[in-house]
């Protein structure tokens, strides 16, 4: 079932996520990526449910947002706090502006601010 | 968006209270820009926003600063809406009911402070969600399963306080807090149960103390905001044994609730079992406009495609047994032996063992289920209509007949889950709309408003409902003139007698401000 092997490959990266973390708290990933994946994962990583959207959108090639080389930080921030189609806000007491800085920088490859 | 005051209260007196926050919580957590404020509205509101928007939010980072900061509510006549996550989302997300509210936001408050093993319990700030529970016994390697609701998203904190639940067999999260910080609308801190003791040593263990028992007084109530909360965790079990079934028919659902309601009732099955519907696949998995580009609900052809397609029945379960493999062996024969009397639709089962998994296996959290906001494209949002019915197969057939035909009626697509507990059922019907369609929205409110007064009048009420239907759904609980409501203000203007918590919450309005009750 189509169904069960979506909730499978998501539950599979999810279950990776708390090492992707502790590496990155161990100096081997950037930290923007391990916020990003923390923050950000458990919708935009393979079988998430960003990522299914932003392939009905955009097409496969631009559904994950770690592989697109297209996206400039203030758009990343602004879709951050305000959302956009079905995504929610984020706060800054969730994702604080100093974090968001950093997933922006590691999503557009720009200075945080 | 502009900024929408509390009632009585100027924009100057805002501003001071705010000032006043600001020096206990320092100004960075004092979020007062359009923007801050637009991250608190319901992003799948039914209707306008502004209904339940607030004025800004605080952001204590412990229970001292919540005390310092209800005090100068008190003082400022500032109303609060506490929030641990924010992520209540169905039902109002971090949004306050009555707008003008300042959002007392605990997302910083997010200290594990223990996880016991041996006695399978946590003891978390509401800050904590799933997610940050889960990592913590992964990297610890502890023996102890969650139980998540569909939005994994959220605070384990959060979740109870709303009673949310999940097909586990600690999936009454509610009926799993044990002993509880709160802070009282005073200021004043509180520990209940056996906590309450200076040096109490059985707090999570018990889940009453001596004299009344208030925890559950804290749930779904605006009579304190719950800084810390002891919740039993389930020991991991050695196996677990899974029986799953497609049934092909809707009324198929009534047998299945006189057969699973006994079994669970005799705890030969012990958790909630969850039966979903056939467009549970679909919507978490594809978009109207896959299936179907007509108006008005979706033509039955159309969900027998789905099934088709989808490999699923038009109703679908997945019952667990867990702990020792002789038991549970034992405990499916019996539950074999039961279906056998009514159907000879086939049971898939599948068994896991956490000596030959090698991990402690156990439930990850996810919010893959978000996904059917995306049904008609564009901007979604849905709401939950879930109420309680009594575990009677007649009963709960005639309550889906009806249901299905008022979603006909205001063509919105239907999708329902039913919760087969030995007691009652929990009948969650998912509500999905285009929030930029204003026909859509129109009609979706005037079907729950249907959905209410149905089920009132069969006598069924929802668990839980959104923002903008607290007062509806309240209003139904209207035996001896209101007596329920009465005793609930009651107790509220006695504890927060400015009525700075919470006003409006699950219809429940403090003196001050309950001119406002069915607004919005």
């Known amino acids: 079932m189509r169904l069960a092997m979506l909730h499978r490959a998501a539950l599979c990266l999810l279950a990776l996520l708390p090492l992707a973390a502790a590496g990155a708290s161990a100096g081997e990933a950037p930290p923007g990526q391990a916020l990003f994946r923390r923050h950000c994962g458990i919708c935009h990583l393979q079988g998430g449910t960003g990522t299914f959207m932003l392939g009905r959108r955009l097409g496969d090639e631009n559904a994950l947002l770690e592989t697109r080389a297209d996206l400039a930080g203030a758009y990343v921030r602004t879709v951050v706090r305000n959302g956009i189609q079905s995504m929610p806000r984020f706060s800054r007491v969730e994702l604080p502006d100093a974090d968001l800085a950093r997933i922006v920088q590691y999503l557009a490859g720009t200075q945080p601010h | ?520």
Request: contains cysteine; proline residues 6%.
């Open chain 2, 1 to 520: 968006m502009k900024l929408i005051l509390p009632p009585g209260l100027s924009e100057r007196g805002l501003n001071r209270a705010l000032e006043a926050f600001a020096a206990v919580t320092g100004r960075d957590w004092v979020l007062r820009t359009d923007e801050d404020r637009e991250t608190y509205l319901d992003v799948y509101a039914p209707g306008n926003e502004a209904s339940h928007a607030p004025s800004a939010a605080v952001a204590p980072a412990s229970a001292e600063e919540v005390q310092a900061i209800v005090r100068l509510a008190n003082e400022h006549r500032v109303p609060l809406w506490p929030i641990s996550r924010g992520k209540n989302f169905g039902y109002g997300g971090a949004a306050p009911r009555m707008p003008g509210c300042v959002v007392l936001d605990l997302g910083r408050m997010k200290r594990i402070l223990e996880v016991n093993e041996r006695y399978g319990y946590c003891v978390v700030e509401p800050g904590v969600g799933f997610y940050d529970l889960h990592d913590h016994l992964q990297a610890h390697n502890l023996p102890l399963w969650l139980s998540i609701p569909g939005n994994g998203w959220g605070s384990v904190v959060g979740n109870a306080l709303e009673r949310g639940f999940s097909a586990t067999p600690y999936g009454d999260h509610a009926a799993q807090i044990c002993g509880m910080e709160v802070v009282l609308p005073g200021g004043e801190l509180l520990q209940t149960g056996m906590g309450a003791m200076s040096r109490g040593a059985t707090g999570p263990l018990f889940h009453h103390g001596f004299g009344p028992s208030w925890d559950q007084m804290f749930v779904q109530s605006n009579y304190g905001v719950v800084t810390k909360m002891g919740m039993w965790l389930m020991p991991a079990p050695e196996t677990t044994l899974s029986m799953s079934m497609k049934l092909p028919d809707p009324e198929d659902l009534g047998w299945l609730v006189d057969v699973l309601a006994p079994l669970r009732l005799r705890g030969i099955v012990n958790h909630n079992v969850s039966v979903q519907g056939c467009m549970a696949s679909a919507t978490m998995s594809s978009q109207r406009s896959d299936w179907y580009q007509g108006e008005g609900a979706l033509p039955d052809s159309v969900l027998r495609a789905i099934m088709a397609k989808h490999d699923v029945g038009w109703w679908n379960f997945t019952l667990r047994l867990y702990g020792d493999p002789e038991v549970n062996e034992a405990n499916a024969r019996l539950i074999q032996k039961a279906f056998a009397a009514r159907t000879t639709l086939p049971f898939t089962i599948t068994r896991w063992s956490r000596a030959e998994a090698g991990n402690n296996g156990g439930p990850s959290p996810g919010v893959f289920p978000l996904q059917i906001v995306n049904w008609h494209g564009g901007r979604g949002g849905h709401l939950g209509f879930s109420p309680v019915l009594p575990p009677d197969g007649k009963l709960v057939v005639e309550q889906l007949r009806l249901t299905r035909q008022r979603f006909r009626e205001a063509g919105i697509d239907y999708s329902g889950t039913f919760y087969i507990s030995g007691r009652h059922v929990i009948n969650v019907n998912l509500i999905i709309y285009d929030r930029d369609n204003a026909g859509m929205t129109q009609r979706v409110r005037g079907l729950f408003r249907a959905l209410v007064r149905d089920s009132a009048a069969a006598g069924y009420a929802e668990y839980r409902t959104h923002l903008s239907y607290m007062d509806e759904v309240a209003a139904t609980f209207d035996f001896n003139a209101h007596a329920l409501r009465r005793l609930n203000e009651t107790v509220k203007d006695a504890l927060d007698p400015n009525g700075i918590l919470a006003p409006g919450r699950n219809g429940i309005w403090p003196a001050r401000y309950r001119g406002q009750r069915g607004s919005g």
